[in-house]
């Protein structure tokens, strides 16, 4: 079987609370494959994915008695959810609003209205980079952080640091690329994928994040202009 195969075998859990949207993503996605649950409230949602975590959320913001907001919140505080990507659904264009979804721990974000021809890429790209990590790869050792990616464990310092899959995959470019600059354009390729069709300002808000968890803002420094470094062992001092 192959890994798109297995891929779409997956099930996929839609939190939406427009039945219209939610029937026409369970169509389109099974049709693809894709094994759906529709959740039509915060709180159904956050007991579904307690009780079976899915390969990826469809998150609304808009949803009744409990905001989208505050569901990823919720889920990303659950070690069973928190590596799950969430890609949030939402009508708000402002920017503050996607900065906000992304610094609570989303993966990415579409804006209504959207094609499911994108959805469909975006969720592709979301299932093939949380399934990459599935692989054999080597751990990282470099002074006080350790990355091991066969157990989704990180280390800083000593101190275990909980990360989302995108954030662990963002870490761990940036590991195996110790020392030297990777441009904004590299990282978004290498880990938001090539259809990646969203804002460089995510991988700003994911960078502030891992900074945050790791509790070591020096260890990623910022290239003014062109990207992100890992200082790491060898440019400590």
């Known amino acids: 079987m192959t890994t798109a195969e297995k891929s779409r075998m997956r099930p996929i859990l839609v939190v939406e609370d427009d039945e219209d949207i939610a029937e026409s993503i369970r169509y389109t996605l099974e049709r693809e494959g894709y094994r759906v649950r529709i959740a039509s409230t915060g709180e159904q949602a956050f007991n579904s994915v307690l009780g079976f975590p899915p390969s990826l959320i469809i998150l609304d913001l808009n949803l009744p008695q409990m905001s989208g907001f505050e569901l990823c919140r919720r889920l990303r505080s659950e070690p069973g959810a928190s590596r799950a990507p969430i890609l949030m659904l939402t009508a708000r264009a402002n920017e503050s609003d996607k900065v906000l979804g992304l610094e609570l721990g989303a993966d990415d974000y579409i804006t209504k209205p959207f094609s499911m021809r994108e959805l469909v890429a975006r969720i592709k790209a979301a299932l093939r980079r949380s399934e990459g990590f599935e692989t054999e790869q080597p751990a990282y050792e470099g002074g006080e952080l350790s990355i091991d990616p066969a157990t989704f464990d990180v280390r800083c310092e000593g101190r275990e640091v909980r ?56 260890i990623i420094e910022t290239m003014t202009g062109i990207g992100y470094r890992l200082r790491g062992s060898r440019n400590q001092g």
């Open 163 to 218: 990360l989302t899959r995108k954030e662990f995959a963002l870490l761990y470019e940036l590991a195996r690329n110790e020392g030297r600059v990777m441009t904004r354009e590299s990282l978004l390729d290498h880990v938001w994928g090539l259809a990646y069709h969203g804002e460089t300002r995510t991988l700003d808000v994911h960078v502030r994040r891992l900074r945050q968890k790791l509790g070591n803002p020096a």
